[in-house]
């Protein structure tokens, strides 16, 4: 009995000797590995704020002066390259120690990891590149006196990343033709909706500016009409009316207004304090 647990002693402690060099190996592997990953995510780190540096000198007091890596980008890609760094080297010292099986699933990691890098790096691109249309798209919604511009902004920026998302999505290996058919639905529904948001809103619009051409074709400026209950002198013909001199000042007329009213044209010269 006690022989034989001698035995098993001494086949593991030559099991552990034999591949003690090898556990050693692996150990300074691992410590090389950290170190390396330390150093390139510190390179990265370093190259990123001089990129920012040198972006606020060139772009100082021009409209482009926010575009810059945020610290948020900063941390991603520093983790990104650590821990791609390390999983090289694990896999190398996985290997090196023995374990087949473990080795064979990194290695296949390993293999696939380029299309995942890719396709992180594809998507903060987009993030990057919205942030930048955003800010440009409000700020020239803003100078034109547009509305929500905002809102236009943050579509923008929305519309890069969903685009930079599904990019990313199919070099990592996903199949997005189901979401590529989603966001395809999505947007002609939004399409839709704005289209008939604008008919329903420009349709009054769209009926003045026709009017008004017709109206051109029937009377001039310095005639005296009356238009339902308004009586008045036309002083001009806007876009989308006429301008009249009523005795109570100047009246703005919706051109669309004189073809569902009854539309006179006085031929007889008037006082003007008669009209």
Known sequence: MFESIQLQTMEVLSTIIAHLPNVIGSVFLLIAGWLLARFLRMVITRLIRT??????RQLRGSNLSFVRISGATETLLGFVVFWSTMLVFVTIAVGLVGFSAAA????????FMPSLVTGGLIIVVSYILGTIARHLVQHAAAATDIARAGLFGQIAQVSFLIIGVVIGLGQIGVDVSF???????????VLAGFSLAFGLGARQMVQNLIAVRHLKQLVRQGQIVEIGADRGRILEFSSTGLVLETPDGRKLIPASLCMEQPFSVITRELKDEQL
């Open 51 to 56: 990129l920012n540096g040198l972006l606020d």
């Open 104 to 111: 064979a699933w990194l290695d296949r990691l390993v293999v």
């Open 179 to 189: 979401l590529v058919i989603l966001l395809a639905i999505g947007f002609a529904a």
